[in-house]
């Protein structure tokens, strides 16, 4: 594990392509690019004709909003600052023993198999004897956590939800949700989390993808509910290997669904439907597509853990497929380091959100 002063000495960066590529249009469920009015209509004018996007004020609307959301994402990393400051200085947890991690949190299948993952010669194929593969292909599903702190952990998510508080949400696709990073959870949970106990396991499951060496991550917790987020379209994550949890509570139905990796249009996929278990996760390739089926009562909350490998990103950014433009950023940012640096700490960043 890496020591609190490396992680300090690294300068983080994103991409240019951070403000124009990968809008989600929620009303239309398409996903754009932005660089100018003139390119837009070029390219998805037609496109929209056909999800029902047929007059000028309609397109009106979509072009505002697509304003606020690159408006949004410049302003981002001091929002974010802003509002992590104000939590750490006024917020009251409900539970702050939930804020680090402590191996009783962890369920004992999980610490099961990250001893035999930690241990010499351990194999992808020792490990199935612990794991369970699923249909959908290089999805795999275990124990993680007990639910007395899944229980736990969303009593202290509501009461920050109930607060004064500040909140950013996860992402354009999810309008409900809290970035754990903001609340105060990186240092002393996410990042242990992801060195200690997911990277053995990752690096036998994906090392063709960056399992390896994982080294920086992003996390959130997304709420489904009635009235609310019901489900979560097709979509791929900036990510080498993803950690999706269910914490709970109460739901039925909004099964999770996975395809080809990104390059593969959904017309050749064949999807799979993957059911998800309270206090178990589902780890798989971030560049995998996948989404959530609609819940049709009760609340979902999932805790999603985007794992960067940045060994494999400053080859190429993962969301706009592009050699990265660094741009400076805080936090762990989007995982990249600066390859042209002599300072193998050094990081960069090629957020798409």
Request: aromatic share 10%.
């Amino acid at each position: 594990m890496q020591s609190n002063e490396e992680r300090k000495r690294r300068t983080f960066y994103t991409c240019g392509c951070f403000y124009t590529d990968n809008i989600f249009l929620e009303e239309y469920k398409l996903h754009v690019r932005f660089t100018s009015e003139i390119q837009f209509r070029q390219d998805y004018q037609s496109i929209l004709r056909t999800l029902g996007c047929t007059t000028d004020v309609q397109l009106g609307n979509v072009l505002n909003k697509i304003e606020a959301e690159v408006g949004r994402r410049r302003q981002l990393c001091v929002k974010s600052a802003e509002r992590a400051a104000w939590i750490k200085e006024l917020y009251k947890p409900l539970h702050s023993h939930v804020y680090s991690l402590q191996e009783s949190f962890l369920a004992p299948e999980f610490l099961e198999i990250v001893k035999y993952s930690c241990s010499d010669g351990a194999t992808k194929e020792g490990l199935f004897d612990y794991i369970e593969p699923l249909a959908a292909q290089r999805v795999y599903r275990f124990p993680v956590f007990r639910k007395e702190f899944c229980r736990e952990l969303i009593e202290e998510l509501e009461h920050f939800e109930q607060s004064e508080a500040p909140k950013g949400r996860p992402n354009t696709m999810n309008n409900y949700g809290v970035l754990l990073n903001e609340l105060g959870f990186d240092e002393q949970f996410l990042t242990p989390l992801r060195e200690k106990y997911l990277q053995p396991i990752s690096q036998l499951l994906f090392p063709d993808c960056g399992g390896h060496c994982l080294d920086s991550h992003k996390a959130f917790v997304v709420k489904y509910a009635m009235q609310e987020d019901l489900d979560l379209s097709y979509h791929y994550d900036n990510a080498e290997v993803t950690l999706n949890v269910s914490l709970g509570k109460e739901f039925t139905e909004g099964n999770l669904y996975f395809g080809d990796m990104r390059e593969v249009p959904l017309s050749e996929s064949e999807c799979v439907e993957v059911e998800h278990h309270v206090a178990e996760g589902l780890l798989h390739r971030g560049q995998q597509m996948h989404g959530a089926l609609r819940i049709s009562s009760g609340q979902r909350w999932n805790l999603i853990m985007w794992m960067r490998a940045s060994q494999e990103r400053n080859k190429l950014c993962p969301m706009c497929g592009q050699r990265p433009r660094l741009v400076h950023a805080e936090g762990f940012a989007d995982g990249f380091t600066d390859s042209s640096s002599t300072d193998d700490a050094q990081k960069a960043s090629c957020v798409l959100h």
